[in-house]
C-alpha cells in the first residue's frame, strides 16, 4: 500500500516524534492513502513554519505483513468507537488498548467542531455520529511505534513550490 506524508522538508526516515499537540490517534508518524490530503497537510505545515517549500514523501507501507506481525487498529469509519478513541488521543490520555498502528477517518477542523461539541455535552454521541457521516473525511494512517517504522520504506519525495533549501 502505498502512503504519503506531508511537510515542509522530505522524510526519508520516519520517526515517531512526541508533540505537544493532541492529535487524533496519538503520538506517531502520520500518513495518508490520499495523495491530496498529503498535499493539504504540506500547506498546513508551510504555513505554519513559514517555509516556501511543501514536500510529500512517498512509502511503500507492507500492510500484508504488518498486520499479522503488529497490532493494527482500523476504523472504517466515524462510528462510537472512532469517536470514543479521537476523544482519549485529543484529551491527552493513554487509550486502553495497545496499538502499534491505527488507520481510519481524520477530524479535521470541520470534524474537530463536532468532536468538541460531544465531548462539551452538547452533542450526543449518536447526534455526533451522524453529524460526522455528513462530513467529507479523509483517510490517516499513524505509525505509533518505532516497531511499526520497519513496515514504511521510503520510496521518493516530491517537491512541491519552492526549492529543497526553502528560499
Known amino acids: 500500500m502505498i502512503v504519503y506524508h506531508g511537510g515542509a522538508v522530505p522524510v526519508e526516515i520516519p520517526k515517531i ?3 505537544n499537540r493532541m492529535l487524533d490517534f496519538g503520538i506517531g508518524f502520520y500518513t495518508t492513502i490520499n495523495r491530496e490530503q498529503a498535499d493539504r497537510w504540506a500547506e498546513i505545515v508551510a504555513v505554519k ?18 498486520k499479522n506481525d ?16 479521537v476523544c482519549v488521543n485529543r484529551s491527552g490520555q493513554i487509550p486502553d488498548v495497545f496499538y502499534d498502528i491505527a488507520i481510519g477517518p481524520v477530524a479535521n477542523d470541520q470534524v474537530f467542531t463536532v468532536v468538541a461539541l460531544y465531548e462539551q455535552g452538547v452533542l450526543s454521541k449518536e447526534a455526533a455520529i451522524i453529524e460526522l457521516r455528513v462530513r467529507e473525511l479523509y ?10 517504522l520497519v513496515y514504511c520504506r521510503y520510496i521518493r519525495h516530491t517537491i512541491i513550490g519552492g526549492q529543497a533549501n526553502g528560499k
Open 17 to 19: 516524534i512526541e508533540s
Open 49 to 66: 513554519r513559514r517555509k516556501n517549500i511543501r514536500v510529500i514523501t512517498e512509502y511503500d507501507f507492507d500492510f500484508e505483513t504488518a
Open 70 to 85: 503488529l497490532s493494527i487498529i482500523t476504523f472504517d469509519k466515524p462510528d462510537g468507537e472512532w469517536l470514543d478513541f
Open 139 to 148: 483517510n490517516q494512517v499513524l505509525f505509533h511505534t518505532d516497531k511499526s
